[in-house]
């Protein structure tokens, strides 16, 4: 069996694409693309799909991964591009990597996240975000199932900075005008509970009274295993695509000294 993972984006009208709406959309595609995939046992067997910390409805994302299992051996990169013209634009396979390595959702502990804050002058969020930084906590609440939460939206949040346009229009963020307006850049931990990026919008306007005129168009741009050193979000592709690359390494050589 061999086991593909997938890098996916949520761009533009897409970001309102639900989590379920993208995995019936995902499977249609696997029906069209004629991909030979690993199905589980029982009643009513489903294709062997493992999704990762998918981004909350209404953000864009340009970091989604999960994990297919397959019957027969494919190439990752023509898999891709068949995925990829089955699915509608906006919802983008941009990476595929052979699994060669265990524990991909292991590596996804934190995100990097831009919100587009129209309507707020950059001073403005600059001081904001400062506010937050500096507090040692921020509850804030959330609607959950058994009603009302209060908790700490300070404590998983790694860096919030306010950037300039500048510095932002060469990304693929999901963002909605070319309007001038503030740009924060936020670092956050996966904890339990989850941080969002509207909790920190929500804590912003407890410490800070920030209150942006429009809802704040939010956008992950990365996610994966941060590291403390340098204080960066490493890429959680990266282990398989180094396995690769020895084993393909290996094989060269091996081939090299092999008796003709």
């Keep these: 069996m061999q086991r593909i993972r997938l890098r996916y984006t949520k761009r533009g009208r897409l970001r309102f694409t639900s989590h379920r709406d993208f995995q019936r959309a995902f499977e249609r595609a696997l ?51 068949l995925l990829d013209e089955s699915l509608p634009a906006g919802l983008d396979i941009v990476e595929a990597v052979e ?45 959950a199932k058994n009603g009302v939460r209060t908790f700490d939206a300070r404590s998983a949040v790694v ?5 300039d346009l500048a510095e932002t229009r060469s990304s693929q963020a999901d963002r909605p005008t070319d309007q001038p307006c503030a740009i924060l ?18 804590g912003l306007r407890a410490v800070a009274d920030l209150a942006p005129p429009v809802p704040a ?4 741009l990365a996610q994966g295993l ?17 396995a690769a690359q020895a084993h393909s390494t290996a094989e060269q050589s091996a081939a090299a000294t092999a008796p003709v």
């Design 159 to 163: 860096s919030l900075e306010s950037r």
């Design 185 to 202: 850049r936020l670092v956050v931990r996966h904890v339990t509970p989850a941080v969002r990026p509207d909790d920190v919008l929500s």
């Design 217 to 220: 168009a939010v956008t992950r």
């Design 99 to 143: 699994a060669r390595t265990s524990g991909l959702a292991d590596r996804l502990t934190a995100s990097v996240w831009e919100l587009r804050l129209d309507g707020v002058s950059p001073g403005e969020a600059r001081r904001a975000a400062d506010a937050f930084t500096e507090a040692e906590t921020v509850e804030v609440q959330r609607l």
């Design 31 to 81: 029906r069209r693309a004629e991909v030979p995939m690993a199905y589980s046992a029982g009643f009513t067997p489903h294709p062997k799909v493992s999704y990762a910390n998918a981004a909350p409805t209404g953000t864009g994302s340009e970091a989604e991964y999960l994990e297919i299992a397959l019957t027969a051996r494919r190439d990752p990169e023509q898999l891709r591009v």
């Design 226 to 242: 941060f590291d403390e050193e340098t204080g960066t979000v490493t890429d959680p592709l990266a282990p398989d695509r180094e």
